[in-house]
């Protein structure tokens, strides 16, 4: 039987709409996630490219733009 390899989604504050992803909300999580399976064992892994709360910080408050 193959297992199906997992997709894993790191972001502090989005959710995926489509797909079968894990999603961790932190890098400790990410880190925990990846330990625990074993990197062979992910097809894919999408990666926020604003983690942490200063980003957040400016997201809200439109410090800087947010692309």
């Keep these: 039987m193959k297992k199906n390899k997992i997709w894993l989604y790191l972001d502090d504050v989005r959710v995926p709409t489509e797909g079968?992803?894990?999603?961790?909300?932190s890098y400790d999580e990410f880190i925990s996630h990846i330990h625990l399976h074993g990197l062979e064992n992910y097809e894919l892994i999408s990666l926020d490219h604003d983690l942490g709360e200063g980003a957040m910080v400016e997201y809200y408050t439109n410090v800087k733009p947010n692309y």
């Design 20 to 25: 079968d992803w894990q999603v961790v909300r």
